[in-house]
Structures are given as C-alpha cells and as structure tokens.
C-alpha cells in the first residue's frame, strides 16, 4: 500500500482530530501505483508510527484526507466503510431534518462533517445532487455504493418513491483536483425520462430547482432556519403590519434566487432584491409567481422588486444619494426616517475569502459592504449580515461588523448568532466546517 510520511506538525494536528494534511505537510510520498490519483494511503509521522488512512490527491493542496484511524485500509474495507457512514448520514437526516410538506429539501451528506471526504449530497424534493470532490471519491465503486444507499433510502412502506440522482461536480474543484468528467446522465431515476427540474419547499415557501442551471449544486440549503430567523427578527423590532404602506422596508443584497427576500415579503410592505446575476433574479422572479400563484394572499400587500446590480456599486450609490439629501435638507448626515432609508437589510454575498491569502481583502469587502448597510438602516432596524468563507473565523467577522458600526456612528446590539442549518453539521476538530457565520443585529442611532 502507498504510504505517505508528514512533518511533526500535521501528525500533531491528525491526533488532535484535524482530517487534512496540505501538501507543504508531505515529507515523501511513496506511491505503489504512481499512475492511480486517489489511492488509498497510510499516513506516517516522523518516527514512521502510523496515523491512519487517507485519500491521496496528487494534484490538491489538500493532499491527503483521513478515512479512518486504522493503517492500511483495503479500497474493500473502505468501501464497506463508506456504506455504513452513508446509511448513518442519511439516518442523521431524518432525526435532524426530517421531510414534511414544508420542507422537502435537505443536505444527505455534508463531506468531513459526516465521515464522508470528498463527498456531498443535496436533496431538493425528488431530485439528488452528488458531488464527489476528489480523485479518490469520482471513482465508479463510489458511485455505486451512494446509488445503492440512497435507493434503500428511497424504499417506505408504501412503495418506492420518485427518486433521480444527478452527478454535478462543481467546475472549480473539478479543475483543481484535475478529475475526468462525471458519466453521462443520471445515476439512477424511476423515471423513463429522467427529470432535471422539481420544485421543493423550505419553510413553506416553495422554489424552482434545475439541476442544469444555477450555482455549486442550486439553493443555498444552509441558510434555510437563518431566512425564517430573518423574518422573524424583523416583526420582533416591532415593525408594523405589511397590510399598512408604511410597513417595514427590506433590502437583500446579493439575493441569489431570492431567499431571505421571499421569507421577508411575509412581513414587509417592500422588499428589493439585489444581485449581479441577470439569471438569478429571473430565477427569483419565478420563484416570487410560483408562491403568489400557490397563495395569492401571501404577498398581495408586498411590493417585491428585483434589481440587477454590483453590490458595492449598489449601497455606495444609496449611501451617497441618502446622506447627500440629509445634508441638504436636514444639515445633518446621521440617520433618519426617510424613503430611502430601509428597516432591514440581508447582506449574503458569495465567499469572498477562497484561499487563505484572500483573508485580508476579503475582510475589507465585508467592512464595506456592513459600513454602507448600517448608515442605510433606519433607528431601530434590521441587519442580517451574513459570511460563508470558511477562512474568516466567527470572531474575525464579528470584529469586521464592529469596526464597521464604529465608523458609521452606529449602536449595533447582537441579538443572535447562527450557523448552517443542522443538515450541515460541524466538526469541532475541523474549523472548516464552521464555515456559515450570520449575525441578526439591532441597529440604533
């Protein structure tokens, strides 16, 4: 079996329960079959005490992922392995996430987080999304044994349920991990024509999903409990009615296919939706007519409206249009009611931090984005502000929120702290996984 010896570091770091070993960790590489990426590997520490076993990728900076805690590991033991954990995912599922009328969509397995390296699943109604992520999990004996996992799965007491399973890897990793195409067509289908779209619920709200179209593999599940917080937020500031015309006005900036705008036209008299994408918002748009045909009375009292901008370019535009009408009519540039002004305001933009040494410009980017926010917000408003790249700690973008509140003038209460839904569960031993930070904030004069 190849084996692969690591520095002193990443040894300490593997016995303290981190699952990765980057590249700059490999001492040597011993490799019985250099011709194969993605074998199977016992990793080594400097005395050559082994540490376990792991994926090998001979092209990513994560060279190695840890399967198991035993040396030596068959592809036959791991694959026994790899059926069990997914069974023990799925079964997470139903305790954690369990499928109702209004919610019928849900991460079936989340990588590290589930044992499962290189591997994950999304499931939006009768539709599953596989991506395997290394050159170790886009092998075909994988595939077979997620297939047959999730066909038992499929199985109730009152028969088979529609179930297609569609491979999309993501472009990116795909690239980087220098992976072979995924086979073509679906995995497995009930159906003699095989369907790409489905529609799913979160939350009682209903969404478009196309397995052909979108980003990563579709709806951003992770923030499924965060959208109805959100919501909720905004009626426990004490916002009026959305029946009245002067109800709560929301902006959500970088709304994708209109998430936590759509939870938040429950409750506001207007929401804009913003994002750079054309097809997104024309996504959202759909999305908005498929509730209103569903419950015409849902947003009847809710003026909803899609923008297509840059989201810098956006709140600067705002900020500087607001505060310049302050300045000349009030002599003053501190907040205050006006029209332009909003009562809450969701900032979810995309990881801005892909790589480590992206850290500090990403960092300025949130700092902006939160600066023009919270001098946009009326007294007494609402910021959900939101980061999903897993190189920014919990505390480094709380601390941005807070530089930013200190240079807009702004006192800005914490009221709650969240992460990814609990389909998306963390590894205490690898941050990575932590890698959803939302904070909803009260914001004061």
């Not at 499928?99 to 079936?108: E, P």
């Not at 619920?201 to 969404?207: D, I, M």
């Not at 956006?314 to 029209?339: E, K, M, N």
């Not at 801005?352 to 949130?366: D, I, N, P, V, W």
Request: aromatic share 6%.
């Amino acid at each position: 079996m190849p084996s692969l010896s690591v520095s002193r570091r990443a040894a300490d770091r593997l016995r303290s329960g981190y699952l990765w070993v980057y590249r700059s960790d490999l001492v040597s590489a011993q490799d019985a079959e250099p011709g194969s990426p993605g074998s199977l590997a016992t990793l080594l520490d400097p005395r050559d005490l082994p540490l376990g076993t792991a994926l090998y990728s001979s092209a990513s900076q994560i060279a190695a992922r840890l399967v198991s805690p035993l040396p030596g590991l068959t592809r036959a033991q791991y694959l026994q392995d790899l059926r069990a954990r997914v069974d023990a995912a799925l079964q997470r599922r139903r305790q954690l996430s369990p499928i109702s009328l209004a919610n019928n969509a849900h991460r079936v397995v989340f990588s590290e987080a589930d044992n499962l390296p290189g591997i994950v699943a999304d499931r939006y109604n009768d539709l599953v999304l596989l991506q395997l992520l290394t050159q170790g999990t886009a092998q075909d004996d994988v595939r077979s044994v997620i297939v047959q996992a999730l066909r038992a799965d499929a199985l109730d007491s009152s028969g088979r349920r529609s179930l297609t399973i569609w491979e999309r890897p993501d472009p990116r990793i795909r690239e980087l991990e220098q992976l072979p195409a995924p086979p073509p067509g679906p995995l497995f289908s009930t159906h003699t024509n095989a369907p790409t779209a489905t529609i799913f619920s979160l939350n009682g709200l209903r969404f478009h999903y196309d397995a052909s179209a979108g980003q990563k593999t579709g709806a951003f599940l992770d923030q499924r409990l965060n959208y109805a917080a959100a919501a909720r937020a905004v009626v426990a500031a004490g916002a009026v009615p959305s029946g009245d015309a002067n109800g709560p006005r929301a902006l959500d900036v970088c709304t994708y296919q209109g998430g936590f705008a759509l939870h938040l036209a429950q409750v506001c008299a207007r929401v804009t939706g913003v994002d750079a994408s054309r097809s997104a918002l024309e996504a959202a748009e759909r999305n908005l007519i498929l509730n209103q045909a569903q419950d015409p009375s849902l947003f009847q009292r809710c003026q909803v409206d899609w923008m297509e901008a840059d989201a810098f370019e956006y709140l600067r535009h705002l900020d500087q249009t607001t505060h310049a009408d302050h300045t000349t009519h009030a002599g003053s540039s501190s907040p205050q009611s006006s029209s332009a002004l909003f009562d809450a305001i969701v900032l979810d933009p995309p990881a801005f931090a892909k790589s480590r040494r992206a850290t500090e410009g990403a960092l300025r980017g949130y700092k902006e984005l939160n600066l023009r926010a919270l001098r946009l917000l009326a007294p007494g408003g609402t910021l959900i502000t939101n980061s999903c790249s897993h190189h920014i700690s919990l505390e480094a973008f709380t601390a941005v929120v807070a530089a930013a509140a200190a240079d807009a003038h702004r006192r800005v209460q914490v009221l709650h702290r969240y992460g990814a839904a609990p389909d998306h569960p963390e590894i205490l031993t690898l941050p990575e996984t932590a890698y959803l930070k939302c904070l909803i904030c009260r914001v004061d004069a």
